[in-house]
C-alpha cells in the first residue's frame, strides 16, 4: 500500500505525492528539499502527484464545468473549430481522429487503427496571439457561453503556465542549475492545453476487442505535462517490470509527468515514462443503460459512463535548441544526444505521425 508520502506504490513503481507549497506560496518550508522530491520522482517514475499546486479547487471544477458543456455542443459547431495542422495543433479533434503511438511513421500508426481507436475527442488551446500565424479556435462566434469558455480557459492555461514555470524551476534547483535557469528558455512557453472527453463506450466494444483502450500507451511529446483528472479513473503507467499500474485519481493533487524532451534536455537522467488510460475495472452494477437520446446510444444497451481530463503539455519556446543540461554529463562521451534539436521540430515530427 502507498505511504502518506506515496501516491502509487506497486510492482516497483513507486509516484510520490509531494506538498509543492514552498514553490507556490512565499515564505513557506524549505524549497530544496520540495526539489528534491520532484527531481528523485521524475528520475525514478517519471510521474508525481502535487498538493498545495497553487490552483484553488473551485477554479478547477468550473474549468471542468465549462469542458463539460463544450462536448455537449453540437457535432457540426465543434467540427467548425476543428485541427487543421501539427503546426498549429489548435481546435476540435473528432473522436476517433488522433491514434496515440510511440512510432514516427505515420504509416505505422495509420496500420494500427485496426487495433482500436483512441476513444475520445478532444479541444486544443495554444498560446493566445490573435495576430499570430495560428489563431486558437473558440466557440465565442456561437453564443454567449462561448465566450465566458474563451475568458475562463485563458484564465486558467495562465494558471498553469504558472504552475509549468515553477516545476521548471524545482527541476532546476535540483539539478543544481539554480531556480531561474529555465525561465528564458520556458517564457512565455509554447504550451498547449488540451480538455479531454472519453465519451460512454458500450460494454460490448471492450468484449468484443480485448485490446481497446481509451488511450493507447505513449509517452508524451514535451518537458512537463499537468493533468487534472475527473473521479472515475483510469489512468495507468508502466512499471520498471512493464506492467501497467493503476495511477488512481487522488482529490486536489494534479499529476505532473515528464515528456521525451524534458528526458532528452536530461540526457536520459529523468524518465519519459509510458502510460495509457484504459476502461477501469467494473462491477457488473457500474455500468449504465441509455435510451436512444442517451448520448447516441442504443435502447437498453449498456454503456460505461464518461471520462473527462485536463491536460496543460508544456513546453520550451518553439525556437529553442536543446541541448544536453550541463551537469548531467561528465564528458562528450557521456552524452546520449550528441545534437541538439529545436523544440519545434521534435513536437511536429511527433504531432504529424499520431493525426
Known amino acids: 500500500m502507498p505511504s502518506s508520502n ?144 474563451k475568458e475562463k480557459m485563458l484564465d486558467f492555461f495562465q494558471r498553469c503556465d504558472d504552475l509549468h514555470l515553477k516545476v521548471m524551476s524545482a527541476i532546476a534547483v535540483g539539478l543544481g542549475l539554480g531556480e531561474d535557469f529555465f525561465n528564458e528558455s520556458c517564457t512565455p512557453g509554447d504550451n498547449n492545453l488540451r480538455l479531454l472527453h472519453y465519451p460512454p463506450v458500450p460494454k460490448e466494444t471492450f468484449k468484443s476487442n480485448p485490446n481497446q483502450l481509451r488511450l493507447g500507451a505513449h509517452s508524451d511529446y514535451g518537458s512537463i505535462t499537468l493533468l487534472f483528472q475527473d473521479t472515475v479513473g483510469g489512468l495507468q503507467v508502466q512499471s520498471p517490470t512493464g506492467r501497467f499500474i493503476n495511477a488512481t485519481p487522488i482529490p486536489n493533487t494534479v499529476v505532473v509527468n515528464a515528456g521525451d524532451l524534458l528526458a532528452r534536455w536530461a540526457n536520459d537522467k529523468i524518465k519519459s515514462t509510458l502510460h495509457r488510460v484504459v476502461e477501469p475495472d467494473r462491477s457488473e452494477q457500474d455500468a449504465v443503460v441509455l435510451g436512444e437520446k442517451g448520448d447516441g446510444g442504443k435502447e437498453g444497451q449498456e454503456y460505461y459512463p464518461a471520462r473527462y481530463s485536463i491536460a496543460h503539455f508544456c513546453n520550451p519556446n518553439f525556437d529553442v535548441m536543446i541541448e544536453t543540461l550541463p551537469g548531467t554529463y561528465e564528458s562528450e562521451e557521456d552524452k546520449v544526444y550528441k545534437e541538439a534539436i529545436r523544440c519545434k521540430d521534435h513536437l511536429v515530427q511527433r504531432l504529424a505521425a499520431t493525426y
Do not use: C
Open 6 to 149: 506515496e501516491a502509487v506504490s506497486e510492482d516497483s513503481l513507486s509516484i510520490p505525492l509531494i506538498d509543492f507549497s514552498s514553490f507556490t506560496t512565499p515564505n513557506t518550508g524549505d524549497k530544496s528539499a520540495t526539489a528534491d522530491a520532484v527531481l528523485k520522482g521524475f528520475q525514478n517514475a517519471g510521474f508525481i502527484y502535487l498538493t498545495n499546486f497553487g490552483i484553488p479547487p473551485e477554479i478547477l471544477s468550473e474549468t471542468f464545468e465549462l469542458s463539460k458543456r463544450f462536448f455537449e455542443r453540437p457535432f457540426e459547431q465543434k467540427e467548425a473549430l476543428r485541427w487543421t495542422t501539427p503546426d498549429a495543433n489548435r481546435g476540435y479533434v473528432s473522436y476517433g481522429r488522433e491514434k496515440s503511438s510511440q512510432s514516427l511513421d505515420k504509416a505505422t500508426v495509420d496500420a494500427s487503427r485496426s487495433q482500436g481507436l483512441d476513444l475520445k475527442e478532444s479541444m486544443e488551446i495554444g498560446r493566445e496571439d490573435p495576430n499570430g500565424p495560428f489563431p486558437n479556435h473558440w466557440p465565442d462566434r456561437f453564443d454567449e457561453e462561448g465566450k465566458v469558455f
